[in-house]
């Protein structure tokens, strides 16, 4: 048998960072936002929406 490859982890860390502080932990990149859960709980309020209800 063929070894495989590993599979890319969508939120692993060092995958994407967030944008506004950098960090790697936690970051969501749903809805494109490409941020982690502290910033996107300090901006979704000004966008408008929950995302952790
Ligand atoms: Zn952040």
């Given amino acids: 048998m063929k070894h495989k490859p590993p599979k890319e982890r969508k939120f692993g860390k060092g995958v994407v960072k967030c ?6 932990d936690g970051v969501i990149r749903k ?9 996107i709980n300090e901006v979704a309020p000004e966008m408008g929406f929950k995302v952790y209800e």
């Fill in 19 to 24: 944008r506004r502080c950098g960090t790697t």
């Fill in 31 to 39: 809805y494109k936002l490409y941020l982690c859960r502290r910033c």
